[in-house]
Nanobody, 125 residues
Framework: VQLVESGGGSVQAGGSLRLSCAASGYAVSSYCMGWLRQAPGKEREGVASTDSDGSTTYADSVKGRFTIFKDNAKNTLYLQMNSLKPEDTAMYSC????????????????????WGQGTQVTVSS
């Protein structure tokens, strides 16, 4: 299993970014995948997840602003981030597990066994 993120960058508050996570070695449609982030000096936290049945879970801090979705044809996971805030600044990583995860467990970093290298998102005020 290999996960490769892209799409991070620097934006001003209120802006948007779309993160991508290209998967190889397995089908994204079949398993639970998530986006997690870690800010300097803070613990890694779950941002959003989506399971094989299409169900999604979001952290309260991003509800209504972020959308997680998959493109099965491209075998890619996405995170559309709108109305970005300075507190969204972090290293964002996608992760996958062969297990089914219900909410809110699907936001727990320790439940994922496969990780990408991460992509940095910086939001300035």
């Amino acid at each position: 299993v290999q996960l490769v993120e892209s799409g991070g960058g620097s934006v001003q508050a209120g802006g948007s970014l779309r993160l991508s996570c290209a998967a190889s070695g397995y089908a994204v449609s079949s398993y639970c995948m998530g986006w997690l982030r870690q800010a300097p000096g803070k613990e890694r936290e779950g941002v959003a997840s989506t399971d094989s049945d299409g169900s999604t879970t979001y952290a309260d801090s991003v509800k209504g602003r972020f959308t997680i979705f998959k493109d099965n044809a491209k075998n890619t996971l996405y995170l559309q981030m709108n109305s970005l805030k300075p507190e969204d600044t972090a290293m964002y990583s996608c992760a996958a597990t062969f297990n089914r995860l219900n909410s809110p467990i699907s936001l727990f970093p320790e439940k994922y066994g496969y990780w990408g290298q991460g992509t940095q998102v910086t939001v300035s005020s």
